[in-house]
């Protein structure tokens, strides 16, 4: 156990790195969206629609990562780019320092995490209205998100499955494994939280649906040192067992650091997949050249040669397969891919359970925009 004098000096610097970074240049394509609803989670609605989109179009949600804005995880992750290029409309759901200083959606906190409540149902308010005024279609209907988004994404999808056709989740964590910014951290350190057997039953509690559930796709880095890479493989326990999938993939993909493991139904449906890309950290993975859904490099956007953006729109149906990054190719040998030489984001403080410091790091966590 740290002395709590290096916790807290350890959040002192997570807040100095973090600061001002929300300022940074993103996209100009989005527009607000206001009069969604009563919006109990105080979140901003920032969407694209391409000219002249059809009625009847997909929508895909996209929830950017701590320190991030909608604009600047537009830019990075190319969603808006994409939708240009197959025709459906993008949701940006943007978090408030008054809710969260470092920006991020609140994934851990249950009054913002539950159906009905909070930042969730200001994320369902605000798909209602995209749905009403464009004429999208309510059975073609995406999430996807990075790290905090990430996470956020895996609460929509469980508290809203009736929702969505399908979810991504990008260096995520699974839904109800904290309650609380302690939890919260010990949980993206890989550290506590409930059992595998327990995950599936968190989904199916959190809302009134029986099935059919909606596809998920999960997507990390081996070297992800902010989020741990076993809450990669959490996610995929929790979707696997609710879909009641076997343990032994359908089939196994690997290329140049990525690989793709594939849970299909017996019609041979793709209802679950993992993705991951050896040596790469905390980010969305990308290949910027230059094409729709390539991205473009920057913090937490990382240049690792694996369209994700592509191969997400590619597996929900958006884009034709051709369209996308090509397939890996089975029993190729693995080679690492390293991203960018960056400094890593500093690492969560693992914080003390001592009852008689417990108010004294409340307020420290407060302070430094951790807590509300």
């Known amino acids: 156990m740290r002395p709590l004098s290096d916790t807290l000096m350890r959040m002192t610097a997570f807040r100095e790195a973090s600061a001002g970074i929300g300022s940074r240049a993103g996209s100009d394509r989005l527009t607000e969206l206001t009069g969604f609803g009563g919006n109990p989670g105080a979140l901003t609605a920032l969407a694209y629609v391409p000219p002249g989109l059809p009625r009847g179009a997909p929508l895909v949600v996209a929830l950017h990562g701590c ?3 909608a604009a600047e995880y537009d830019l990075g992750s190319g969603w808006s780019a994409m939708a240009d290029a197959a ?30 409540k909070g930042e969730a149902a200001s994320i369902r308010q605000m798909i209602e209205a995209m749905i009403s005024q ?16 990430g ?18 989740v990008i260096a995520g964590l699974p839904y109800g494994v904290a309650a609380s910014v302690p939890e919260a951290f ?4 890989g550290h506590g939280g409930p059992g595998e057997a327990a995950l599936p039953g968190k989904v199916r509690k959190a809302s009134p649906h029986k099935g059919p559930w909606p596809s998920i796709s999960v997507w990390h880095g081996s070297a992800d040192h902010t989020v741990s890479p076993s809450n990669g493989e959490a996610v995929l326990s929790q979707w696997r067992g609710v879909h009641d999938l076997d343990l032994d993939p359908s089939h ?5 650091g990525h690989t793709r493991r594939i849970w299909r139904d017996a019609e041979g449906r793709a209802l679950v997949e993992h993705n991951l890309v050896a040596g790469m ?15 473009v490099s920057g913090a937490y956007m990382l240049d690792v040669g694996v369209a994700s953006t592509r191969d997400i729109a590619a597996s929900w149906g958006l884009i034709h397969e051709a369209e996308a990054v090509p397939a890996p190719r089975p029993a190729e040998p693995l080679r690492t891919v390293r991203p960018p030489s960056r400094k890593p984001a500093v690492a969560a403080p693992v914080l003390p359970n001592v009852s008689a410091i417990g108010s004294v790091i409340e307020d420290a966590l407060r302070k430094a925009g951790l807590m509300k």
């Open 67 to 69: 320190t991030q804005s």
């Open 281 to 295: 950290g905390h980010g969305v993975p990308l290949k910027p050249d230059g094409s729709a859904g390539g991205g």
């Open 134 to 149: 464009h004429g999208l279609d309510r059975s073609r209907v995406y999430v996807t998100g990075l790290s905090a988004g």
């Open 186 to 189: 010990d949980a993206m350190r």
């Open 87 to 116: 025709d459906f409309a993008v949701l940006f759901p943007e978090q408030a320092r008054a809710n969260n200083f470092n920006l991020c959606f609140n994934w851990f906190e249950p009054g913002d995490t539950r159906r009905g």
């Open 252 to 256: 196994t993909e690997v290329e140049a």
């Open 151 to 168: 996470a956020m994404t895996s609460a929509m999808l469980a508290t809203y499955p009736e929702v969505f056709a399908g979810g991504a």
